[in-house]
């Protein structure tokens, strides 16, 4: 299967030929599966218009009309990627019914949060009403125009009551943030000495989590929108099921004690103790294998990107003198860079399992192939035996199990 993805954006008005034309490129450039827009800024939305700005492949959608030119939320899905059979249009919202044949089906609401805080009160009770009518697995994603962190914006001017009625919000429909993997904010007022606020988020529940545990949300260059667009991959095309790996670097990461302990302290229903610990023990695996793909699933990406700026920050000094804050960013980006290479090596080596080189001396394409050559190794399609080939799960534990017997 290839990679799924959703495009997420407030793409403050598609009513121009040049800002549906810069939409269609991200489009053909993301190639999202999923397509939700906030601020269309359309009072009717047609499959021509859809057309025009995402595509001949989205020919389904969903969308909440703007009010006076302002507002406005479109949901579509590309043909053949999922299916919709229902979906809810409230004032602030959009809701659909996701299915597909590989996955159970899930919802996925788009949010465009009010401006004034008069609204956003009737906004976070829109949202409750909207999650009792939508049970089971649950996204919501969007321009919320909301913070429930200080740290979510970049000065003090911060609506303290408000913030406490998201986090309560969250809190009540136990919901989690999917972390935007390096960016802090996701909107910006372009001034000279800009207020830059984290507007756009993803929220999902602990059982859509379980669907998608590999889940990826990066972000993109903003161009024409003082918002940038989030990028939300689903998951990796990987041929069958993942075998759980603990990996001996783990423990060094910052983050990973507090993940083993918020897994492990989660209260387990049944009463017997063996039982107990099983859960305990499959719930950490899939918090872990979360948890390792969130941390260290994009390491190229960092390192690369750490190269970029650090690049360009040595040409410039070829030319002038480095300010304080870019000679620190430079001195930073070094040791980033090590540190990732280090890391990168570390988590070859160890796949590769060639124990006889240390990190330092790990040569990264040697690694990997060796990697990929015990991937393919280990992978079981068939098994033969005299009579006929072995094709169901049920025959190859009964050939294996008889085999190890033996011994």
């Known amino acids: 299967m290839d990679r799924t993805s959703i495009l997420i954006w407030n793409v403050r ?28 800024k359309l009072a009717h939305v047609t499959e021509r218009d859809v057309v025009s700005f995402l595509g001949r492949d989205f020919s389904q959608f969903v969308f909440l009309p703007a009010q006076q030119t302002r507002g406005g939320i479109l949901i579509a899905w590309r043909d053949g990627s999922f299916s919709v059979d229902h979906h809810f249009v409230n004032q602030y919202s959009v809701s659909v019914l996701l299915s597909s044949k590989d996955d159970p089906s899930w919802w996925l609401t788009g949010v465009y949060g009010p401006q004034h805080d008069a609204d956003k009160i009737s906004f976070l009770e829109e949202l409750r009403e909207v999650r009792a009518g939508c049970p089971g697995p649950w996204m919501l994603a969007g321009d919320f125009n909301m913070i429930y962190s200080s740290e979510d914006k970049n000065n003090d001017n911060i609506n303290r009551a408000m913030m406490g009625r998201f986090r309560r919000f969250v809190n009540d429909l136990e919901l989690k943030e999917i972390p935007l993997l390096g960016r802090r904010y996701t909107w910006s007022n372009e001034r000279e000495s800009p207020t830059l606020v984290k507007l756009d988020r993803v929220l999902c529940t602990n059982d859509w989590e379980d669907i998608y545990p590999e889940s990826l949300l990066q972000s993109q260059a903003t161009e024409m929108s003082d918002h940038c667009p989030l990028i939300l991959g689903l998951k990796e095309g990987i041929l069958g099921k993942r075998r759980f790996h603990f990996e001996s670097f783990w423990p060094n990461l910052p983050g990973f004690h507090e993940a083993v302990l918020h897994s492990w302290e989660e209260p387990v229903q049944p009463c017997c103790c063996l039982e107990r610990i ?33 690049h360009h920050l040595e040409m410039a000094r070829d030319h002038r003198l480095l300010s304080d804050d870019e000679d620190w960013l430079r ?6 860079c090590l540190a990732l290479a280090s890391l990168e090596r570390t988590i070859a080596r160890l796949r590769s ?29 068939k098994l033969k035996t005299e009579d006929h080939v072995v094709t169901t799960q049920q025959e190859k534990h009964q050939i294996l199990f008889d085999f190890l017997m033996e011994f």
């Open 331 to 336: 001195r930073k980006l070094k040791s980033h």
């Open 278 to 310: 099983s859960i305990k023990l499959k719930r950490l695996t899939r918090a872990l294998q979360s948890w390792s793909q969130k941390q260290t699933g994009n390491i190229k990406e960092q390192l690369a990107l750490a190269r970029h700026i650090l």
């Open 353 to 381: 399992r060639v124990r006889y080189l240390k990190d330092g001396d790990a040569n990264t394409s040697f690694f990997h192939k060796q990697a990929r050559f015990r991937k393919y190794k280990n992978y079981i399609s």
């Open 13 to 40: 008005g598609l009513n121009d030929k040049g800002r549906r034309d810069n939409l269609r490129k991200m489009v053909n450039a993301s190639k999202p599966a999923v397509i939700c827009l906030q601020e269309t």
